[in-house]
């Protein structure tokens, strides 16, 4: 990166990502896909010290955008089996898949919430998909992504056919419910309680959603994009440290 792009990016908060070739920024999107934020600093961080030494950093947030047919590989033979799938079950793939992802030479399904439980069921009995095993759920905050700022996203993997593919829901934050997995995937069943623990999405339909690793009487969601750097000192083994907002700054 130049000097002029760095000094450019520090006096005048422009992204200097706007000026570069995506074959220079390794792991951007370049100008594809849909910005949602510019993040400024190592961790987007505005209500605290920017202790990373990172604070004149400026680069895009972006989500990638729909994939186009043909995906390539098996990607376009999972697709079109489930889209099958479901078309005969009555349910119209549209209604159910808001957009299919290719990214990184990896599939992701974006789906309606409403929908999900039947989506993963089908993806897990169908014989030709059979993705027997849901890895886990991830929560992810974009704050900027309105009305949808919260997603969970589910992996999945099918030993039958050794293939690994991603479901992704989001849900405003205004009204985060998504439908709980367990019945289909009863592996994710602390799962959802430590996404719930963090991201502060419930699961409707979980058997027991309590906090996993948060005291019970803990306010807020500590992953979410928005909760506060500040908080309590620690100590380890008889020093205190300071609270995030508390360090000494490097910007």
Excluded at 10 to 26: C, F, I, Q, R, T
Aim: aromatic residues 8%; glycine residues 12%.
């Amino acid at each position: 990166m130049s000097d002029a792009n760095n000094t450019a990016g520090d006096a005048n908060g422009v992204n200097p990502e706007k000026d570069l070739s995506a074959e220079n920024l390794p792991g951007q999107r370049g100008q594809g896909g849909e910005e949602i934020r510019v993040q400024r600093g190592m961790f987007g961080a505005n209500n605290g010290g920017d202790t990373s030494g990172y604070g004149g950093l400026v680069r895009s947030v972006r989500l990638p955008g729909p994939a186009s047919r043909p995906y390539g590989g098996w990607f376009d033979e999972v697709a079109d089996e489930l889209e099958g799938a479901l078309e005969e079950q009555g349910l119209l793939p549209g209604n159910a898949i808001e957009k299919t992802v290719v990214d990184r030479d990896e599939l992701t399904f974006h789906i309606e919430r409403e929908h999900l439980v039947r989506v993963a069921r089908t993806l897990r009995d169908d014989p030709a998909l059979r993705f027997e095993l849901c890895t886990g759920v991830s929560g992810v905050h974009y704050p900027n992504d309105k009305g949808r700022e919260l997603h969970a996203v589910y992996h999945l993997r099918s030993i039958t056919h050794n293939r690994l593919i991603r479901l992704e829901v989001s849900a405003p934050d205004s009204d985060p419910h998504i439908p709980s997995l367990f019945s289909v995937y009863p592996t994710n069943d602390w799962h959802e309680r430590e996404t719930y623990d963090f991201f502060g999405i419930v699961f409707d339909g979980h058997p027991a959603l309590t906090r996993i690793m948060m005291p019970d009487d803990w306010q807020g969601f500590p992953q979410r994009k928005d909760y506060p750097l500040g908080g309590i000192p620690v100590e380890y083994k008889g020093a205190q440290i300071p609270a995030p907002d508390q360090r000494r700054s490097y910007s």
